[in-house]
């Protein structure tokens, strides 16, 4: 009581006639207190927001996508090698829609080139443009991994796909096993490349 006393004479002295300073201070921290439970709740729920957006999101890109065996298909790489489906039986293959018109396919070209060469990948372009168009395009990127031309997008349209850039992981018995539409880190890519190798 002698301190409380004390602190509110100080304050008067200095013109302050509200209640001691001390009664303040425990009153504000007494308020801290009980409004971070409630400030974690407010990150909490809008931590889980986020997601609930994120996962909606992916799962409306795609929703067109097969889930199971992967489609069978038969086509010609840009250098007219002959390619299907069933040659890639045995690893895990990352299949990887693209367009040379795609601003974010671009920044992902460099880490699909990398993941090429350590792990199986074929490409399909879904460009108009003429198969030398495209191998010109790659060669200014720098980049040399196994490209199939889609210029129908009929491939495209087995795999239901709605946009660009769409990978799609396979496992070793042809499953698809991942499908993610937009960016994707190169990490990522083969993170998923190494959990298909396990199934």
């Not at 004390?6 to 504000?28: D, E, V």
């Not at 693209?98 to 990948?121: K, S």
């Amino acid at each position: 009581m002698r301190g409380v006393a004390k602190s509110g004479r100080r304050a008067a002295i200095f013109g302050y006639n509200g209640p001691p300073l001390k009664s303040c201070r425990a009153s504000a921290g007494n308020r801290l207190n009980s409004s971070s439970p409630r400030r974690w709740l407010l990150r909490a729920a809008a931590l889980l927001l986020l997601v609930a957006v994120l996962v909606a999101v992916h799962v409306y890109n795609t929703r067109g996508v097969p889930r199971g065996p992967a489609p069978d298909f038969h086509a010609l790489r840009l250098d007219g090698t002959p390619v299907a489906l069933d040659d890639y039986r045995g690893a895990p293959l990352l299949l990887q829609f693209w367009a040379t018109w795609c601003p974010v396919c671009r920044l992902e070209q460099g880490a699909i080139d990398a993941i090429a060469r350590d792990h199986a990948v074929l490409s399909i372009a879904l460009d108009e443009a003429d198969a030398a168009a495209i191998r010109a395009y790659m060669k200014a990127q720098g980049v040399d991994y196994p490209v199939v031309h889609d210029p129908q997008a009929r491939i495209a349209a087995l795999y239901g796909i709605r946009g660009v850039p769409t990978s799609i992981v396979l496992d070793g018995k042809g499953e698809i096993r991942f499908v993610e539409v937009g960016y994707t880190t190169g990490p990522g890519l083969r993170l998923r490349l190494w959990w298909a190798g396990r199934q």
